[in-house]
């Protein structure tokens, strides 16, 4: 996490940088700082906080240079305080770092009985003191950073100025992301391109280890051992529509809003009308062979994949293993040959979803990544690349990318099992209408929130929620829970209704608000019994269910929410909409950050 940002230009930067900076708030937003060169001084400012509070600082104190790095923070090492805040400067060395520098400690120790002492508590801080001892030792700029590199584990994306030198940036990334954009005469290094919009024609995505010394006139870079070598520079175009809120008042409900049209787009890729079938890119020509797929993604992204485990299991016949990506990547897990890995990920730069994808290489038969960004590490590092489309998801709790992952993954689904001749014409064509019906099913939930925001005026009083769901409704439990406690802070379940009686029915009594997902399905009538399990200890239940289970049910008196009718293939696509709204008035009502929800970041790129 945290977002980092170099310019090296022929005008002033640092209002360029603070733009930037703005767009790569998503990425953490506990401090922020800049630092420039002017007429050989290191000049820098840093605050505590969003990057507002920074920008009133500089309206103060101007920074005046033609050269600068930026930061946005994430705490991972120290409190988030202006000390630990970026960049952090020592001596002639002065940078930016996202990542983690697992062997801070030692080197840490070993400057220290050098006599070096360290102002603040972060790992950042050891690259800087490192670098400038090198410097110090008689290394000139470019060997001090390579030698202070070679010492560094962990991940990191790096990018450092040089007080003798005010021409050059100095940058490198393992396993973080970090670009280098190219504009009419400026030159840019960020966290992601999307930050650089409008700034950016071109840009150069680093290999891993890559190290570049960026100047006017030329860009050069290194290789892991040492070698010059040459990255291809690629064309950008960006939709600059997309990144402002719009009429809404945030991110989070433009995004919710954006749903119907971002899942036809997601779904358009691969539905084919004229035919009547899913039509994939890529022809996947093992899966013939193929006896399991994995599913490993952490999150919200993580919830998609247990959706899709119920999918592949009814529909492709095939054993199905999921996994969060922190518990996958360290577990004792043996693979076949004969397996597909399917990694989902709207950053598709998430740490442990990557680590958890490099440690199948070589070891499945293909890896298919299900992403938003197409140019990210994890999309880069697979086989085959299926993109959701969603456009950016600013809101850090992410709304529209998981519908449009089930978008892709329910596609793959009905591609799947056609493949293995498991659908009839009719079965077919009937799971295709439901997803083109779907825009529609959820345009017309959108369109009536009045019973999501009076049942969030009352919750918004608790302290904790419970939502149950049954088989494919289950991982929508915990999806919603999910949403609920990131933005709104209150402690929330989510279960399987038929755990219940298993011990968490325990804490119901009057106080307990319990949301129970009732489609009107197989598991309907199951639903209902665990509902009355509830409601005979004082729960206060709101049950969500639609148009049949509304008619079938024997008492009305309690809240409910109907929705319309739809199939049973999209429900859990469409449960995601009143989980969205109910976190969402919730919050509202409660004023939290919605859209920079404590403690969180929108692109984990930390273990
Ligand atoms: C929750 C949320 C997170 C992400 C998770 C994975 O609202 O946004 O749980 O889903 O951090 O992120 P990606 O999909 O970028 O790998």
Redesign the pocket.
Known sequence: MCGIVGILSNKEVTPTILDVLKKLEYRGYDSAGIATIYNNNIKRQRAKGKIENLIKLINQNDLPGKIGIGHTRWATHGIPSEDNAHPHHVGSVVGVHNGIIENFREIKEELSQKGYKFYSETDTEVIIQLCSYFNKQGLNNKDAFLKTIKRLEGAFAICLMFKDDEKKLYVTKRSAPLVIGYGESDIYVGSDAVSLTNLINKVIFLDEDDVAIISQKETEIYNRIGQKIKRKKKSVEFNNEVINKGNFQHFMLKEIYEQPEVFTYATSSFINFKQQKIDMIHKFNEFDHINRIILV?????FYACSVAKYWFEKYVKVPVEIDVASEFRYRDNSFGKNEYAIF???????AD?LAALRKVKGKVKKIISIVNVIESSIARESDFILPIKAGPEIG???TK?FTAQLAVLACLTIYFSNRRGLLSKKENSELIDSLVSTPRIMSKILSKTESYKGFAKKLMKSKNALFLGRGILYPLALEAA??LK?ISYIHAEGYPSGELKHGPIALVDENMPVICFAPYNDLFEKTISNVEEVLARNGNVLLITDEKGYCSLSSHEFPIIKLPKFSNFIEPIIYAIPSQLIAYYTALFKGTDIDQPRNLA???TVE
């Not at 989902?344 to 998430?350: A, D, I, N």
């Open positions: 993604a952490c999150g919200t992204a989902v990920s709207q950053s598709g730069e998430t979803t850090v709790a992410s990318a999910l949403k990131e929108k692109s984990v």
